[in-house]
């Protein structure tokens, strides 16, 4: 079955004036900001007919090629037949469901999940998105130590909740809710020596983004994150992984931290686990008496009204069902070498005005 549209010109579906009056009323109802960040980086263009990994313009009738991705959530393609008959399907026989009620989706899911991640990751927490997680796994490192200190890397994405925000290492995203979350400190990424120096017997975690990706694409070498294993096993320090960029097969593995061989403690991932189409996420953590015995002593530590819905869980499955039969991971690494090729082929041409390639 095809996910790609063929790249062919479509008939408008909207005059320009017609779009011209949505962006008005854009600006005038939600962000008049938004539309202007969108419209220097060229941007601004409304998406319809969305199938695979192409978009339409509705002026031109172009067919364009969406790289974004919504930061990495059209992991499985926009609009995925078999997604969106998953959501179709569950629809039939059920709703939402109860964030705290045992059901056969929720369980569906969660042996999915652990089957697929990382070795020791086998227990696990859901939650309505990324910053949603990263709030999860922050408290149950927090709970599990009983310390309060976390360490958080500079130029770091953590989503913009409670303590997602506080552990955003860009000034600009933390200054207008000030203060924040206490007990917060941030440290060069891809440092080891730095990150060794903060870490004392009062720091609870660590969390890092295995590729920083919002910062730039900032890949943390297997040198710095297997220090930081070692730094955590031996200070008694909880080591989170947020993947939720990173994770379901876009570094060429199923996860960015197989790339290392270092399994974290806890281990955030969301956005491609919605399949683009219903929101998800979860919250993995390793078997290890610290984080259960919290777990079991303070069961609702994290509730969450959406996080693990049937509804989700159901079309979830589904998106990871796909993943692993089509080996897009492997696709990625493919793709990836092809592209870090061309893209290293202008640089020499280029080489002025291209100083870097990154990426995994």
């Known amino acids: 079955m095809s996910l790609q549209s063929p790249n062919v010109s479509l008939s408008p579906a909207m005059s320009r004036d017609e779009v011209r009056e949505v962006v008005t009323l854009f600006e005038r109802h939600i962000n008049r900001g938004q539309v202007r960040y969108l419209r220097a980086g060229h941007l601004d263009v409304m998406e319809s007919e969305r ?122 995203y933390r200054h207008y809710c000030e203060p924040l979350m206490p007990g917060f400190e941030f440290v060069p990424f891809n440092d080891l020596a730095a990150m060794s120096e903060r870490a004392d017997d009062g720091t609870a975690a660590i969390i890092i983004e295995p590729v920083q990706g919002e910062a730039g694409i900032f890949v943390g070498t297997s040198e710095y994150l297997q220090g930081l294993r070692r730094i955590c096993d031996e200070r008694g320090i909880i080591l989170i992984f947020d993947e939720i960029q990173t994770g379901f097969g876009r570094t060429g593995r199923l996860f960015a931290c197989q790339h290392s061989g270092v399994t974290p403690d806890i281990m955030t991932v969301a956005k491609s686990i919605g399949g683009g189409i219903f929101p998800n996420a979860a919250v993995l953590y390793r078997d290890i008496p610290a984080l259960l015995d919290f777990v079991e002593s303070d069961p609702d530590f994290h509730v969450t009204y959406d996080g693990g819905s049937d509804l989700g869980c159901h079309v979830s499955l589904k998106v990871l069902e796909f993943i692993e039969e089509n080996r897009l991971w492997e696709n990625a690494e493919r793709m990836g070498a092809r592209l870090r090729g061309a893209l290293n082929e202008l640089r020499e041409a280029n080489p002025r005005i291209i100083r870097e390639i990154r990426g995994v």
């Open 51 to 172: 199938r695979g990994v192409h978009f339409t313009d509705p002026i031109s009738g172009r067919r364009l090629i969406d790289c974004f991705s919504s930061a990495g959530s059209f992991n499985v393609s926009r609009h995925n037949p078999l997604v969106m008959k998953a959501l179709e399907e569950a629809l039939e026989t059920c709703d939402m469901g109860a964030f705290d009620r045992i059901s056969e989706a929720k369980i569906a899911l969660a042996e999915k999940l652990v089957a697929l991640a990382p070795p020791g990751l086998k227990r696990l927490r859901f939650a309505a998105g990324g910053g949603d997680a990263v709030d999860c796994a922050i408290k149950l490192a927090r709970g599990a130590t009983g310390r309060s200190k976390v360490l958080a890397t500079v130029k770091a994405y953590h989503g913009h909740t409670g303590f997602a925000i506080s552990a955003n290492g860009k000034e600009h």
